[in-house]
Structures are given as C-alpha cells and as structure tokens.
C-alpha cells in the first residue's frame, strides 16, 4: 500500500489567498484525521471524519477553515482566507476502525 | 488542546549510549502509543501499549505503561544514529475513542 499521500508537500502563499490541502487515506481506512504542527503548540487534532461524515471539528480555529470529504478516497482542507499566523505543517492521519493512525508525510504551508 | 508533558524537550547522546524518555498527565488514558517523527516526515507508530502495567519491546526499543495510568515511558537502547527524530508520546482514553492527545515531544540528537 502507499500509505496515506498528501499534496502538495510545500506550499508558499501570500495572506489573503485561497489554500487547498489534499489528502488521499489508505485504502480500506474508515476514519481520516486532520492535524496542525507547529513549534508552539505541536501537534493539534483540527477535525475528524468517519465513513466520510464530519465527527469532530473543534479543533478547527476559526470559519476560515473547513474541511471536506466527499468521498472515502478523498478529503480537503481549506483556508480562505489565509493568515501569516497559518504557516505550520498540515497531516493527514488514517485509520481502521479508530486503531493505529498512519499519518501521511505532511503539507509544510508558508503563508507570506 | 490539551498536551501531555514529556521529558526531557531535547536529548544530545553519543551513539550507542541508552535513552530514556517519559510521558504524564493530568488525565487517565487506556492507551498509550509512542511515535516517531524524522525530519520531513509524518510520525511514524513505534510501539501501542494497551494495559496498566505492560511493558513492550520492539526491537532496541522497550516502552511501559505506568501502573497509574497516567504515565508512560520509552527507552531506547545502544542507540545509533538513525534513531535521531522527535518522540511522541499519545494518549487514547477509550480504545477505540477515535481522538489522541499528543505529548509536547523529545527531540533526539545523537553525536558519533
């Protein structure tokens, strides 16, 4: 199996634009995981989705972010509009039935 | 959100000296896991730990589940230097509750 792929792997914006995140889960995998690293505050769980459907989002900051999954092979994570303050390396987790967490190589955004 | 504290922050060994590192919390977990995380890259499983109690080994790595639950440990042993990374800790509080909070890491550097 790849493992879970994420794109891109880097990504420089300036504030204010649009950023789209990409994740595709292992295969099989029913429960995919957002996640945001940062040197301050680690690694922060932003939102989950089982069978496709939205459990959690509380960790999501604020209304400039949402995620979507409108397919079991496929999810999204969005930032309109993007801040310097958004600049961190995004995951993308997977998962069979809430057990081990495979986490995908990351998205590293800079937002100028 | 909330964080479980490891320590130390940082470690500088020489190789194939032993390493020890442990994880606490304020809360109760069922399950603790530990991670690694390389440079550019998503963490990575190492060891799961599912009983008050347990200690598991795989391969140099020995890892234990504090009896209060409320702690775990990792040690590694004659290390080398591809073990340079981050070390997580993470908490489960129910097996199969989706949702893990991640200890602040210890970020390892080995000198030949």
Same mark, same amino acid.
């Given at each position: 199996?790849?493992?879970?792929?994420?794109?891109?792997?880097?990504?420089?914006?300036?504030?204010?634009?649009?950023?789209?995140?990409?994740?595709?889960p292992?295969?099989?995998?029913?429960y995919l995981f957002?996640?945001?690293?940062?040197?301050?505050?680690?690694?922060?769980?932003?939102?989950?989705f089982?069978?496709?459907?939205?459990?959690?989002?509380?960790?999501?900051?604020?209304?400039?972010?949402?995620?979507?999954m409108?397919?079991?092979?496929?999810s999204?994570?969005?930032?309109?509009?993007?801040?310097?303050?958004?600049?961190?390396?995004?995951?993308?987790?997977s998962?069979?039935?809430?057990?081990?967490?495979?986490?995908?190589?990351?998205?590293?955004?800079?937002?100028? | 959100?909330?964080?479980? =504290?490891?320590?130390?922050?940082?470690?500088?060994?020489?190789?194939?000296?032993?390493?020890?590192? =442990?994880?606490?919390?304020?809360?109760?977990? =069922?399950?603790?896991?530990? #991670?690694?995380?390389?440079?550019?890259?998503?963490?990575?499983?190492?060891?799961?730990? #599912?009983?008050?109690?347990?200690?598991?080994?795989?391969?140099?790595?020995?890892?234990?589940?504090?009896?209060?639950?409320?702690?775990?440990?990792? =040690?590694?042993?004659?290390?080398?230097?591809?073990?340079?990374?981050? #070390?997580?800790?993470?908490?489960?509080?129910?097996?199969?509750?989706?949702?893990?909070?991640?200890?602040?890491?210890?970020?390892?550097?080995?000198?030949?």
């Amino acid at each position: 199996d790849a493992g879970v792929i994420q794109s891109p792997r880097h990504e420089v914006t300036e504030m204010g634009q649009e950023v789209t995140l990409r994740c595709k889960p292992i295969s099989g995998h029913d429960y995919l995981f957002w996640y945001r690293q940062t040197m301050m505050r680690g690694l922060e769980l932003l939102i989950y989705f089982n069978n496709n459907v939205p459990i959690d989002d509380s960790g999501m900051p604020e209304d400039r972010f949402s995620a979507k999954m409108p397919n079991a092979s496929f999810s999204t994570l969005k930032i309109q509009p993007s801040e310097p303050r958004d600049s961190a390396v995004y995951f993308c987790a997977s998962s069979f039935r809430a057990e081990t967490q495979y986490f995908g190589p990351g998205t590293r955004l800079l937002v100028l | 959100g909330q964080q479980l =504290n490891q320590s130390p922050q940082s470690m500088f060994i020489q190789e194939g000296e032993d390493v020890s590192m =442990n994880c606490t919390s304020s809360s109760i977990f =069922n399950t603790w896991l530990w #991670y690694k995380q390389e440079p550019g890259e998503g963490p990575v499983l190492l060891i799961a730990l #599912y009983k008050a109690g347990e200690l598991t080994s795989n391969g140099r790595l020995t890892a234990q589940f504090g009896i209060t639950r409320k702690d775990s440990f990792l =040690n590694i042993s004659a290390s080398i230097p591809s073990d340079v990374g981050i #070390y997580f800790c993470a908490g489960q509080s129910n097996f199969g509750n989706e949702k893990l909070t991640f200890g602040t890491g210890t970020r390892l550097t080995i000198i030949p």
